[in-house]
């Protein structure tokens, strides 16, 4: 019976000029969304408004599921429709909506119509008054309420007449591809995924890094990783996943530098590679899960140091929020469940027992200086040997 929906959306509305570039992006997003859902959808933009019209059968949940999905929706509305009837027959439908979708009728309501098509002999007010009638006659317990009313009844007036009043709610932000790309560094934990999700929902596409440090980390780790790329890929659109081996890397640290370094010296490699990928694949900045305090890497002195070997803005869109926050949101956008598999984490393999929480950044540095007989060509195999994995 839902033939239609009404797309709003609200955050782009307020873009001035560049409204159209907002509004195109979401189309197209829409469009993307629905080419995986059966069935043959029309995505048309009239009047500041977009509307997805089915033009065959389609599976319901399917699709506002995936609609639930879209950057720059902050509402869905389902619609039935009926074509450019005489205004009795439009109340018929409207009652037959009211019958199928609302069992407890004791409710104020209003009618709002909206003629975009002033071809229909009757101007808004009067379809207004007179579904309003034909909706009393059918349904003596509901009143008119036209101030604040419990049910409000939508009428648009098109190429079709389309009858809507629930709102699915959508999530919100902005659409994607409206700001630029970034580099996510995607691990097999409860934050990146998060992090990716929050800043792709700015309109940022993202491609993501993982460091895998075979054969300390496992197929089975890194699969874990390319199956959250997935889950957020709903979200995010097709992602690049750069699978980057570090063992190499990992071990030289570890043979070289003082243990309760470790952490934060791989860490600073990490970013380094990762700014070196963000800038051959047109990424603008870097997206991590971090979150101050967390750990002992995730201090605010820890942060400084890993944070100075990068040039380009680094995205902590976790920063200030608490695990259970993190959690939340994860459990939202359904990475949590993978996220909590047991699988081994290259930045726990070689942990030390007390990692430093206060580093001292020239220290680091001359720690660092061990690795130089061989570290500028673990870096450059390192990102020759760079595996991706397009995720759609
Ligand atoms: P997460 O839950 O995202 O794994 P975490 O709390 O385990 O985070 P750390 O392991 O300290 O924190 O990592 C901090 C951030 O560094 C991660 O959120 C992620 O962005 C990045 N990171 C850590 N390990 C990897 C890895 N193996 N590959 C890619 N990025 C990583
Ligand atoms: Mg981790």
């Keep these: 019976m839902f033939t239609a929906f009404l797309i709003k959306y609200a955050e782009i509305g307020v873009k001035g000029k560049n409204r159209y570039v907002f509004e195109n ?39 506002t599921d995936a609609l639930k999905c879209v950057f720059g929706i902050s509402g869905i509305c389902p619609m039935v429709q009926c074509d450019l009837v005489p205004v009795e027959e439009i109340g018929h439908k409207v009652n037959e909506y009211i019958r199928d979708n609302f069992s407890d009728r004791n409710v104020t309501f209003k009618i709002a119509t909206r003629r ?78 998060v992090a990716g999700y929050m800043i792709a929902k700015r309109g940022v596409r993202i491609d993501a890094v993982y460091f895998h440090a075979p054969p300390y980390t496992s197929e089975r780790a890194k699969q874990k990783v390319v199956d959250l790329a997935k889950e957020i890929s709903k979200y995010t659109g097709p992602i690049n996943l750069h699978v980057i081996n570090f063992t190499d890397i990992q071990l030289h640290i570890y043979e070289k530098c003082p243990h309760d370094e470790l952490t934060i010296i791989m860490r600073r490699y990490m970013m380094k590679i990762a700014e070196e990928l963000a800038l051959k694949n047109e990424c603008l900045g870097l997206i991590t899960g971090e979150s101050l305090g967390q750990v002992a890497s995730q201090t605010i002195y820890s942060l400084a140091v890993t944070n100075e070997v990068c040039t380009l803005p680094v995205f902590r869109p976790l920063i200030g929020m ?68 397009v995720i759609e």
């Design 25 to 63: 992006a979401l189309v197209s997003r829409i469009k993307a969304v629905l080419r995986k859902c059966e069935g043959e959808f029309e995505v048309p933009k009239t009047d500041g408004r977009i509307f997805v019209y089915a033009k065959t059968d389609f599976d319901y949940d399917e699709v």
């Design 116 to 193: 975009a098509n002033k071809a229909y002999p009757l101007d808004s007010m009067e379809v207004s008054a007179q579904l309003g009638g034909y909706v009393l006659d059918e349904f003596p317990e509901m009143k008119v309420d036209v101030h604040e009313p419990e049910l409000m009844i939508h009428v648009e007036i098109r190429e079709k007449v389309f009858i809507y009043s629930t709102e699915i709610p959508g999530p919100g932000g902005m659409p994607l591809g409206t700001n630029g790309k970034s580099m996510l560094l995607l691990s097999g934990g409860i934050d990146s995924p």
């Design 322 to 389: 608490d695990k259970n926050e993190i959690v939340a949101i994860s459990e939202k956008i359904g990475t949590y469940e993978t996220s909590i598999l047991p699988f081994e984490d290259c930045c726990t393999i070689f942990v030390a027992k007390h990692p430093v929480t206060k580093p001292n950044l020239n220290v680091i540095k001359r720690h660092e200086r061990n690795l130089e007989d061989r570290i500028d060509e673990l870096f450059k195999t390192a990102i020759e040997t760079d595996e991706v994995i």
